[in-house]
């Protein structure tokens, strides 16, 4: 409770100490950034920290945070004197707007605590990994943090998110066990404000541009309340799956007779895995399948021509909170809010001003500018993927305004250019320090000609937003609102010609600078190139439905956008569009990694794609809330109803399932490491030993991902040679690990002690760990580390010695 409590005075007094800078910097928005202020704060405070500590301007310690602090509060207390008496006339006239925000922040981020207490466990999928990043860049001597999982080398990962949460635990006194379940709660408060804040200030603008002044006042309060929808359709509203869970439990649409099998031709048909299998009898409402939750984040099913499965990550919001890995995309989110924001603000009129670039002029003042390039940056160091989407919503933003300002034209690209070239520029020299060591892992654009998303798994994935989308724009139309539907159809159709060529393009050139690739691949089909055609293209029209639904939202999408004014229904058609090619792109192209197809092309572009559009369901339902009148209100409503019925029921049971009905076995905790004093109070004693031990390189046992290896360095914060190594190697070079895995082994089994002693300088040991893992992983010759070194931690199995 006290390092709660600390984390959210912490995080409090950081957003109110930033305000007066986000007032400054955020004039069009109608909350002046309240609500994004805490993410700000962190943001600019992070940054400080960490180019100061990269330079060596700072340590990695309380005096560098506090410095970073200083900084900040300058900058703060500078525009606070400039814009005092606007600032406090503006506090007095928005109290309500401010309670209502401190209260979402504090239900939200205390709400997650208390599920994360029920299940504080850092074990599993890639958990230990992060706990990892946390670990080692609190127990870093300088920065570039160092990784580790591979003694001698600093992290090469998009590691700015684990950044902050070191940040904080340092400044608090927080382990890193303990800190790890506080950041995910304090990323989902941050988020729910981040989306709260979007929505009030879509909801003010519109409502500033049709009514009068008390009016306006009246529907602005009226906002405070809707706008808690918006969090909700981020963070807590799920996909159809969960629903389709309950379905099959009870055992609907199946069929059963006495002298077969059960059948059903709809879930075959649904074709997704689990969902497919009989359900077991008695029929009941809950399902009870072990780990039932986990499908939902797998929708999409990938088969390769030749009929092989390929796995596909469809993850929404509630689903990661509910696992909560402390992944990037999930440490993004409330600075993904954020740059929505900044390009919210430049939408709204914000930042007017000129710059002369020299061969061209930007229509946007320097302190706009600094502050997209401050955001798009930390976007890229916090989840590299996310700063295409961010850049793209942000520099879309400015080509409208410059629309509405000079009309139509190909003047927009070379403003689109003018904007998005420098900023990505600045952004990259901005945060320098990172890429000097940043091996990514994509290599280059992969045409894909197999694997398409089918029409019933785009709904059970979107279904829960795009029926309020569908609904909002038929409204518009109903409406008469003005539209462009020539221009739409024709930019709509060249788009998905765009894609297709770009396919076929890059297809072509690696058919002639890589033919024995291409080769290899149409054998693994079992087809000559002609016939993979056909087939891969047979295969796109019997999966039509998934590409009619899409460009049935973007193209009317698209219509209002061209004849739109710039207000907010134009900024929610604009995520609406962009929403669509995020889902539509990965059917046609997506980023080579080391999985080698697009599992992760889709769940980064539909992760994305989801913020976007539960921002724009969110707002569609509250419009129409209150423009429709007498049966289509009454008709709407009941929409709305089966639409929160079906998009809850994942949240409302996966949560119990999870958490084991909040009855935890050994009681409400956030500290991990409670678990590892339970479950092996030897290891956790030399743990804590070797936490309070000079620093060295400890040597322990090598093994696979998603497993125990690695635990001594990961508790510790002290390097290992070596943790999991396919992890390892998506992460830089495979060749850098060397051969760290066999020399570990030899180090434990060999007799002869010359090399055992080489394989101690090479990398520089200083403590060699013995514990249960390394003797079922080795046969360990323990014998010549008593001859030849001193013991300097035993208890029970457990024995550490220090190398002189």
Same mark, same amino acid.
């Given at each position: 409770?006290?390092?709660?409590?600390?984390?959210?005075?912490?995080?409090?007094?950081?957003?109110?100490?930033?305000?007066?800078?986000?007032?400054?910097?955020?004039?069009?928005?109608?909350?002046?950034?309240?609500?994004?202020? !805490?993410?700000?704060?962190?943001?600019?405070?992070?940054?400080?920290?960490?180019?100061?500590?990269?330079?060596?301007?700072?340590?990695?310690?309380?005096?560098?945070?506090?410095?970073?602090?200083?900084?900040?509060?300058?900058?703060?207390?500078?525009?606070?004197?400039?814009?005092?008496?606007?600032?406090?006339?503006?506090?007095?006239?928005?109290?309500? #707007?401010?309670?209502?925000?401190?209260?979402?922040?504090?239900?939200?981020?205390?709400?997650?605590?208390?599920?994360?207490?029920?299940?504080?466990?850092?074990?599993?999928?890639?958990?230990?990994?992060?706990?990892?990043?946390?670990?080692?860049?609190?127990?870093?001597?300088?920065?570039?943090?160092?990784?580790?999982?591979?003694?001698?080398?600093?992290?090469? /990962?998009? /590691?700015?998110?684990?950044?902050?949460?070191?940040?904080?635990?340092?400044?608090?006194?927080?382990?890193?066990?303990?800190?790890?379940?506080?950041?995910?709660?304090?990323?989902?408060?941050?988020?729910?404000?981040?989306?709260?804040?979007?929505? /009030?200030?879509?909801?003010?603008?519109?409502?500033?541009?049709?009514?009068?002044?008390?009016?306006?006042?009246?529907?602005?309060?009226?906002?405070?309340?809707?706008?808690?929808?918006?969090?909700?359709?981020?963070?807590?509203?799920?996909?159809?799956?969960?629903?389709?869970?309950?379905?099959?439990?009870?055992?609907?649409?199946?069929?059963?007779?006495?002298?077969?099998?059960?059948?059903?031709?709809?879930?075959?048909?649904?074709?997704?895995?689990?969902?497919?299998? =009989?359900?077991?009898?008695?029929?009941?409402?809950?399902?009870?399948?072990?780990?039932?939750?986990?499908?939902?984040?797998?929708?999409?099913?990938?088969?390769?021509?030749?009929?092989?499965?390929?796995?596909?990550?469809?993850?929404?919001?509630?689903?990661?909170?509910?696992?909560?890995?402390?992944?990037?995309?999930?440490?993004?989110?409330?600075?993904?809010?954020?740059?929505?924001?900044?390009?919210?603000?430049?939408?709204?009129?914000?930042?007017?001003?000129?710059?002369?670039?020299?061969?061209?002029?930007?229509?946007?003042?320097?302190?706009?500018?600094?502050?997209?390039?401050?955001?798009?940056?930390?976007?890229?160091?916090?989840?590299?993927?996310?700063?295409?989407?961010?850049?793209?919503?942000?520099?879309?933003?400015?080509?409208? =305004?410059?629309?509405?300002?000079?009309?139509?034209?190909?003047?927009?690209?070379?403003?689109?250019?003018?904007?998005?070239?420098?900023?990505?520029?600045?952004?990259?020299?901005?945060?320098?320090?990172?890429?000097?060591?940043?091996? %990514?892992?994509?290599?280059?654009?992969?045409?894909?000609?197999?694997?398409?998303?089918?029409?019933?798994?785009?709904?059970?994935?979107?279904?829960?937003?795009?029926?309020?989308?569908?609904?909002?724009?038929?409204?518009?139309?109903?409406?008469?609102?003005?539209?462009?539907?020539?221009?739409?159809?024709?930019?709509?159709?060249?788009?998905?010609?765009?894609?297709?060529?770009?396919?076929?393009?890059?297809?072509?050139?690696?058919?002639?600078?890589?033919?024995?690739?291409?080769?290899?691949?149409?054998?693994?089909?079992?087809?000559?190139?002609?016939?993979?055609?056909?087939?891969?293209?047979?295969?796109?029209?019997?999966?039509?439905?998934?590409?009619?639904?899409?460009?049935?939202?973007?193209?009317?999408?698209?219509?209002?956008?061209?004849?739109?004014?710039?207000?907010?229904?134009?900024?929610?058609?604009?995520?609406?569009?962009?929403?669509?090619?995020?889902?539509?792109?990965?059917?046609?192209?997506?980023?080579?990694?080391?999985?080698?197809?697009?599992?992760?092309?889709?769940?980064?572009?539909?992760?994305?794609?989801?913020?976007?559009? %539960?921002?724009?369901?969110?707002?569609?339902?509250?419009?129409?809330?209150?423009?429709?009148?007498?049966?289509?209100?009454?008709?709407?409503?009941?929409?709305?109803?089966?639409?929160?019925?079906?998009?809850?029921?994942?949240?409302?049971?996966?949560?119990?399932?999870?958490?084991?009905?909040?009855?935890?076995?050994?009681?409400?905790?956030?500290?991990?490491?409670?678990?590892?004093?339970?479950?092996?109070?030897?290891?956790?004693?030399?743990?804590?030993?070797?936490?309070?031990?000079?620093?060295?390189?400890?040597?322990?046992?090598?093994?696979?991902?998603?497993?125990?290896?690695?635990?001594?360095?990961?508790?510790?914060?002290?390097?290992?040679?070596?943790?999991?190594?396919?992890?390892?190697?998506?992460?830089?070079?495979?060749? #850098?690990?060397?051969?760290?895995? =066999?020399?570990?082994?030899?180090?434990?089994?060999?007799?002869?002690?010359?090399?055992?002693?080489?394989?101690?300088?090479?990398?520089?040991? !200083?403590?060699?760990?013995?514990?249960?893992?390394?003797?079922?992983?080795?046969?360990?010759?323990?014998?010549?580390?008593?001859?030849?070194?001193?013991?300097?931690?035993?208890?029970?199995?457990?024995?550490?010695?220090?190398?002189?």
């Amino acid at each position: 409770m006290i390092a709660f409590l600390s984390w959210y005075i912490l995080i409090t007094v950081l957003g109110w100490l930033t305000f007066p800078l986000a007032y400054s910097l955020f004039p069009a928005l109608a909350d002046r950034g309240y609500a994004f202020a !805490r993410a700000f704060g962190l943001l600019i405070w992070g940054y400080v920290f960490w180019l100061f500590a990269s330079f060596r301007i700072a340590q990695n310690d309380l005096g560098g945070l506090l410095l970073g602090l200083v900084i900040l509060g300058g900058l703060s207390a500078w525009t606070f004197v400039k814009w005092k008496s606007e600032l406090i006339r503006w506090l007095d006239e928005h109290q309500r #707007l401010i309670l209502v925000t401190e209260i979402l922040f504090l239900t939200a981020f205390g709400l997650m605590a208390f599920v994360r207490a029920a299940n504080p466990e850092i074990v599993g999928t890639e958990k230990p990994m992060e706990l990892m990043f946390i670990n080692g860049i609190m127990n870093s001597p300088t920065f570039p943090p160092r990784d580790l999982w591979l003694s001698g080398y600093a992290i090469s /990962y998009y /590691y700015f998110g684990y950044v902050m949460a070191s940040m904080l635990a340092l400044f608090t006194g927080v382990p890193a066990t303990l800190a790890f379940n506080l950041m995910i709660a304090l990323i989902f408060g941050l988020s729910a404000v981040g989306a709260y804040g979007i929505l /009030y200030n879509l909801l003010t603008n519109r409502q500033s541009l049709i009514a009068d002044r008390q009016s306006e006042i009246v529907n602005r309060q009226s906002s405070i309340v809707s706008s808690l929808l918006a969090p909700l359709f981020l963070l807590i509203v799920s996909n159809v799956e969960g629903f389709l869970e309950v379905l099959r439990s009870r055992g609907l649409f199946w069929h059963f007779s006495a002298d077969g099998p059960a059948t059903s031709r709809f879930w075959s048909w649904l074709d997704i895995p689990d969902l497919r299998e =009989v359900p077991a009898q008695p029929f009941q409402w809950i399902p009870d399948r072990y780990l039932w939750w986990w499908r939902a984040s797998r929708v999409v099913q990938d088969y390769e021509l030749n009929g092989s499965w390929r796995e596909v990550i469809d993850e929404f919001p509630f689903f990661s909170y509910l696992l909560s890995d402390l992944h990037p995309h999930v440490l993004a989110m409330p600075f993904n809010l954020l740059a929505i924001a900044v390009a919210l603000n430049l939408f709204f009129g914000g930042w007017r001003g000129k710059i002369d670039l020299y061969f061209g002029e930007l229509h946007i003042n320097k302190a706009g500018f600094f502050t997209i390039a401050l955001v798009l940056g930390g976007l890229a160091f916090l989840n590299t993927w996310d700063i295409l989407i961010a850049g793209a919503l942000i520099v879309f933003s400015y080509a409208l =305004v410059r629309v509405h300002e000079s009309g139509w034209g190909w003047e927009r690209l070379a403003d689109i250019l003018l904007l998005g070239v420098p900023a990505v520029v600045a952004a990259f020299v901005m945060y320098l320090p990172f890429y000097v060591g940043f091996d %990514s892992q994509a290599g280059g654009i992969i045409p894909n000609f197999m694997f398409v998303t089918r029409g019933a798994h785009i709904w059970v994935m979107w279904g829960t937003l795009f029926v309020p989308l569908f609904a909002y724009l038929i409204y518009l139309w109903r409406g008469r609102t003005p539209a462009d539907w020539r221009a739409s159809l024709f930019a709509s159709l060249g788009l998905l010609v765009v894609l297709l060529l770009a396919m076929f393009t890059i297809g072509f050139l690696a058919w002639k600078l890589k033919p024995d690739l291409v080769l290899s691949i149409l054998q693994s089909q079992g087809r000559d190139g002609a016939a993979f055609l056909a087939d891969s293209m047979a295969r796109r029209l019997s999966y039509i439905g998934g590409l009619l639904t899409l460009l049935a939202l973007l193209i009317p999408a698209l219509a209002f956008l061209f004849r739109s004014e710039n207000n907010s229904t134009a900024f929610v058609l604009l995520m609406i569009a962009l929403g669509m090619l995020l889902i539509l792109g990965p059917d046609f192209l997506y980023l080579r990694d080391n999985f080698g197809w697009r599992i992760n092309t889709v769940f980064k572009f539909y992760y994305q794609a989801w913020i976007v559009l %539960s921002l724009s369901a969110a707002y569609g339902i509250i419009v129409l809330f209150r423009s429709l009148r007498g049966a289509a209100n009454v008709g709407f409503s009941i929409v709305f109803a089966l639409v929160l019925i079906v998009g809850l029921t994942y949240p409302a049971l996966s949560i119990f399932n999870r958490t084991s009905n909040f009855n935890p076995p050994f009681g409400y905790t956030l500290d991990d490491f409670e678990r590892v004093q339970r479950d092996n109070p030897d290891e956790a004693a030399a743990i804590r030993w070797l936490q309070s031990a000079p620093d060295g390189v400890v040597a322990e046992a090598v093994g696979g991902a998603y497993s125990s290896y690695g635990r001594i360095s990961i508790y510790t914060g002290l390097p290992t040679v070596l943790g999991w190594e396919n992890h390892e190697g998506q992460w830089r070079d495979q060749a #850098l690990q060397g051969s760290r895995q =066999v020399d570990i082994e030899t180090l434990y089994t060999t007799n002869d002690w010359i090399t055992t002693q080489e394989i101690i300088d090479r990398y520089h040991i !200083r403590y060699i760990y013995i514990g249960n893992l390394e003797r079922s992983s080795y046969r360990v010759n323990e014998e010549k580390f008593n001859r030849f070194l001193k013991p300097v931690f035993q208890q029970g199995s457990v024995i550490v010695y220090k190398v002189p």
